[in-house]
């Protein structure tokens, strides 16, 4: 097909990597909205699922739920991070991102969207060896955050009023730190003065953590940026 022809050439340009990317994460915000939520792998990229939570609060019980991420064996061994590994409780059901489903919100073959995504993660895997910071955004779930060796999921606010139906709930636990908003992602300072975006593929200015010397991009990730017919901004 010629979609297909036009991703093997120029995956570089393709325009629509986004548009993939929010069919992917369109798909892990369904499995676990569910009302008996399903924990869903991103091959190469971790696993999402719902955790069941209590706190006491004037004397009574309050559940809410919370979004739990574990980060892949692979990104936390090519940033050098421990990998704490949550475990998913054995009794919720887990899949992994269904590129023939996922296809059915894009207008694009099964084929495509598969190779989309394993390219995308393939430029996330070289930013990261190359040391650089990045962002990981998956439309209406949350921001993968990586700043050197610590690494956050935020979540989005609107996702967490889906699973928890009250603002006083989100307030509540982004006041106790139980989640962490994606709005705070935007603050969270780099020792570059910038992070590498994705799936959007450029690069956002954010507070520099340290006084360094100006650093420009590596040369091979400048390359690589360029290859992907973006420049940092």
């Given at each position: 097909?010629?979609?297909?022809?036009?991703?093997?050439?120029?995956?570089?340009?393709?325009?629509?990597?986004?548009?993939?990317?929010?069919?992917?994460?369109?798909?892990?915000?369904?499995?676990?909205?569910?009302?008996?939520?399903?924990?869903?792998?991103?091959?190469?990229?971790?696993?999402?699922?719902?955790?069941?939570?209590?706190?006491?609060?004037?004397?009574?019980?309050?559940?809410?739920?919370?979004?739990?991420?574990?980060?892949?064996?692979?990104?936390?061994?090519?940033?050098?991070?421990?990998?704490a590994s949550?475990?998913?409780p054995e009794?919720?059901?887990?899949?992994?991102?269904?590129?023939?489903?996922?296809?059915?919100?894009?207008?694009?073959?099964?084929?495509?969207?598969?190779?989309?995504?394993?390219?995308?993660?393939?430029?996330?895997?070289?930013?990261?060896?190359?040391?650089?910071?990045?962002?990981?955004?998956?439309?209406?779930?949350?921001?993968?955050?990586?700043?050197?060796?610590?690494?956050?999921?935020?979540?989005?606010?609107?996702f967490l009023?889906?699973?928890?139906?009250?603002?006083?709930?989100?307030?509540?636990?982004?006041?106790?730190?139980?989640?962490?908003?994606?709005?705070?992602?935007?603050?969270?300072?780099?020792?570059?003065?910038?992070?590498?975006?994705?799936?959007?593929?450029?690069?956002?200015?954010?507070?520099?953590?340290?006084?360094?010397?100006?650093?420009?991009?590596?040369?091979?990730?400048?390359?690589?940026?360029?290859?992907?017919?973006?420049?940092?901004?």
């Amino acid at each position: 097909k010629l979609a297909d022809l036009e991703l093997d050439v120029s995956f570089p340009c393709f325009p629509d990597v986004v548009t993939i990317w929010s069919g992917v994460s369109k798909y892990v915000r369904q499995q676990l909205l569910k009302e008996e939520p399903q924990a869903v792998t991103i091959t190469g990229l971790g696993t999402f699922h719902i955790k069941s939570c209590h706190f006491f609060e004037n004397g009574k019980m309050i559940t809410f739920q919370r979004p739990v991420f574990s980060l892949s064996r692979t990104v936390a061994q090519i940033r050098e991070v421990q990998h704490a590994s949550v475990p998913v409780p054995e009794e919720i059901n887990k899949v992994s991102v269904s590129y023939k489903k996922t296809h059915l919100n894009v207008p694009y073959s099964e084929k495509v969207v598969q190779h989309c995504v394993q390219e995308t993660l393939d430029f996330f895997y070289f930013i990261l060896k190359k040391k650089e910071d990045a962002d990981f955004i998956l439309k209406d779930v949350g921001t993968l955050a990586i700043r050197g060796t610590e690494v956050t999921m935020a979540f989005c606010e609107d996702f967490l009023l889906s699973l928890n139906k009250s603002t006083d709930m989100i307030e509540k636990l982004l006041t106790k730190k139980w989640v962490i908003s994606d709005k705070e992602v935007t603050l969270f300072p780099s020792r570059f003065g910038r992070v590498h975006r994705f799936p959007q593929f450029d690069i956002r200015v954010v507070p520099r953590r340290v006084s360094l010397p100006d650093e420009e991009t590596s040369s091979d990730v400048k390359s690589g940026l360029s290859s992907m017919g973006k420049k940092g901004n």
